[in-house]
């Protein structure tokens, strides 16, 4: 029977070394969290052979005090942390105290500081586990640590390595992820000798993610910068608009009190916040950055400080979600602003003109330029030649206002004949319906069209049944807390609530076109908290989606006339989701397609 031994030290430091230090971007990392708690404002890293020969990180902060330098890289040895309590409430990027003596035991460690309160640097060497006397000598101010043959006495380890080009490429991936939410601080990284990556200070926190954008090819006008705050939290989203796809996740990049974490469910967050903006298989390019309460946020359940539990997640879920949704701005493919998208052009240029002409200013020649010109003119006069001139007066101004009320029927008319007058050419795709309009052609996507009209005649009028059975759903504390005080929303919106009991609520009566849909409703009713517009816009786009005619659905012409006139009329045309469902194709264009032009 084999006995129990007892490990030597080195021998079980390298075991819990492999927990941290799984190659040359693990030890970088963090190398790189210690300058940046420093109070650095400006970090180099040089590496050599991808960091497998050499790493070394400088930094201009604080330094190390002698006396810390006598006990730095032993286990569990930190400035950071003292108690219990201080794991709940953590402001640094390090605090474990395991890095530098589980780096120590794999490589060689030289630290080299000079403490901004002290006269003197000093020098402190650890090679694999043998640690050497404390000597004079170092930088005139901030630290300098360096790693030296990593794994170099454990060739196993280091046989599991990539080459140094592959190490090199994570490297540079990690500078970019630790320098995002920190544009106060410069970073430069040097790979074997060659300057590779130089991040200066940025003025805000867009223009540090621009760093990153800009040699994407992303401009800065393509860019905006979103901001919500909660009880505990704060978000910031650096976000591209919907012009910008990637067929992965990899560039939805989430930090959590400035370290980047891998969470799906954030990730997530952000792909629904954009929606239909963008096609299926297809994510958006966004930085986020959570500031949350401390004693919520748990980082102390991964060895790499990669993850992490949020006790107040739902809440910050569904407000990413929503900062996404109501902050983009919805942009309409092939249709520009100004004078190209007005549907109105005409309209708008007479009514300046009769603006111009009612001042009594001359137009031209015509002959009302002429009568209102001496209509000015008489009415300036200082001394009336006559006793009836204040009934001539009233007989002008009366004239002057019966013109007017008939050129704004005019106005009106020509308006609704603009919007209406068409010519509809017939359906594609069974999805499509095409029409021409003065020089251009029109398609507009029948269901996300349809299920914009249904929504606009929801928020108009809502009709109540009463529910035989009440529905039942139970919901969490949060959620229980905000129906407490506002389930009057719902009530606006026909949906009547009553709580029967700690985080128990019945469904007592829906609008009559919610049939089909309960259960998505009770789902977003008992995960959802946010003010009226909100809600209403979320419960509507649920309810006008089912209804709507549908991909595949054939549409007789008259009801496609029908559908396309109501859509003609729409200032904004995106459905409730905020997809663009009208696209524009002008002549020009398609004459420039076949060289006509």
């Given at each position: 029977?084999?006995?129990?031994?007892?490990?030597?030290?080195?021998?079980?430091?390298?075991?819990?070394?492999?927990?941290?230090?799984?190659?040359?971007?693990?030890?970088?990392?963090?190398?790189?969290?210690?300058?940046?708690?420093?109070?650095?404002?400006?970090?180099?890293?040089?590496?050599?052979?991808?960091?497998?020969?050499?790493?070394?990180?400088?930094?201009?902060?604080?330094?190390?005090?002698?006396?810390?330098?006598?006990?730095?890289?032993?286990?569990?040895?930190?400035?950071?942390?003292?108690?219990?309590?201080?794991?709940?409430?953590?402001?640094?990027?390090?605090?474990?105290?395991?890095?530098?003596?589980?780096?120590?035991?794999?490589?060689?460690?030289?630290?080299?500081?000079?403490?901004?309160?002290?006269?003197?640097?000093?020098?402190?060497?650890?090679?694999?586990?043998?640690?050497?006397?404390?000597?004079?000598?170092?930088?005139?101010?901030?630290?300098?640590?360096?790693?030296?043959?990593?794994?170099?006495?454990?060739?196993?380890?280091?046989?599991?390595?990539?080459?140094?080009?592959?190490?090199?490429?994570?490297?540079?991936s990690l500078v970019i992820k630790k320098a995002l939410?920190?544009?106060?601080?410069?970073?430069?990284?040097?790979?074997?000798?060659?300057?590779?990556?130089?991040?200066?200070?940025?003025?805000?926190?867009?223009?540090?993610?621009?760093?990153?954008?800009?040699?994407?090819?992303?401009p800065d006008a393509d860019v905006s910068v979103l901001r919500t705050t909660g009880d505990d939290f704060s978000i910031t989203v650096v976000a591209a608009n919907q012009s910008v796809k990637r067929s992965d996740r990899k560039e939805i990049r989430i930090y959590v009190n400035s370290r980047p974490v891998d969470d799906y469910a954030l990730q997530q967050a952000v792909a629904y916040g954009y929606g239909e903006l963008l096609p299926g298989g297809s994510f958006p390019v966004a930085v986020v950055f959570i500031e949350n309460r401390s004693e919520l946020t748990d980082f102390n359940i991964h060895p790499t400080k990669r993850e992490v539990k949020l006790r107040n997640g739902k809440e910050i879920h569904h407000a990413l979600t929503l900062l996404v949704k109501n902050g983009l701005e919805r942009k309409i493919p092939e249709i520009k602003a100004a004078k190209e998208t007005n549907l109105f052009e005409e309209n708008e240029i007479e009514t300046r003109n009769q603006t111009r002409r009612f001042t009594g200013i001359r137009d031209g020649n015509t002959t009302e330029g002429k009568v209102l010109e001496r209509i000015y003119s008489y009415?300036?006069?200082?001394?009336?030649?006559d006793n009836s001139w204040l009934e001539k007066a009233k007989e002008l101004k009366r004239i002057?206002?019966?013109?007017e009320e008939k050129n704004e029927r005019k106005r009106e008319e020509r308006k609704e004949e603009d919007v209406t007058h068409f010519k509809y050419i017939g359906q594609c795709f069974s999805l499509f319906l095409i029409a021409q309009k003065d020089d251009a052609l029109y398609l507009v996507d029948q269901h996300a069209a349809h299920e914009r009209i249904l929504y606009d005649e929801l928020t108009s009028q809502v009709s109540l049944q009463t529910l035989l059975a009440p529905i039942t759903l139970e919901v969490e504390k949060d959620v229980d807390e905000f129906l407490s005080k506002h389930s009057e929303i719902y009530s606006k919106l026909g949906i009547m609530l009553s709580r029967k009991d700690d985080g128990i609520w019945e469904i007592i009566a829906l609008p009559a076109l919610a049939r089909d849909r309960e259960s998505e409703i009770v789902d977003f009713i008992a995960n959802s908290k946010g003010d009226e517009k909100e809600l209403e816009s979320s419960i509507f786009a649920i309810m006008a989606c089912k209804k709507a005619i549908k991909k595949g659905d054939y549409v007789d012409q008259y009801s496609a006339e029908e559908l396309l006139k109501k859509v003609f009329k729409m200032k904004e045309p995106v459905c409730p989701h905020g997809r663009t469902f009208l696209i524009k194709l002008e002549k020009e264009e398609l004459e420039k397609m076949v060289g006509r032009t």
């Open positions: 029977m084999n006995r129990i031994n007892l490990l030597p030290p080195l021998l079980s430091s390298r075991i819990a070394a492999g927990e941290v230090v799984e190659r040359p971007e693990s030890v970088l990392r963090e190398l790189l969290d210690n300058a940046i708690d420093s109070n650095a404002d400006e970090i180099i890293i040089e590496t050599s052979g991808g960091g497998i020969e050499s790493i070394a990180c400088i930094d201009n902060g604080n330094g190390i005090q002698k006396d810390d330098m006598a006990r730095i890289a032993m286990q569990h040895a930190t400035s950071k942390i003292s108690t219990d309590e201080d794991l709940y409430n953590i402001h640094t990027m390090g605090f474990r105290g395991e890095a530098l003596y589980s780096i120590s035991s794999v490589s060689k460690l030289t630290i080299k500081s000079k403490s901004s309160s002290e006269d003197d640097a000093y020098t402190l060497v650890i090679d694999n586990g043998n640690r050497y006397p404390l000597q004079s000598g170092g930088p005139g101010k901030g630290t300098i640590v360096q790693v030296e043959n990593l794994f170099g006495e454990i060739p196993a380890r280091r046989a599991f390595l990539k080459r140094p080009q592959t190490e090199s490429a994570l490297n540079r939410p920190f544009p106060s601080i410069s970073f430069k990284y040097y790979q074997d000798g060659a300057l590779k990556l130089s991040y200066e200070k940025a003025k805000d926190i867009k223009e540090r993610v621009m760093m990153l954008y800009r040699p994407m090819g992303i009415q300036t006069e200082e001394k009336p030649r002057r206002e019966e013109r």
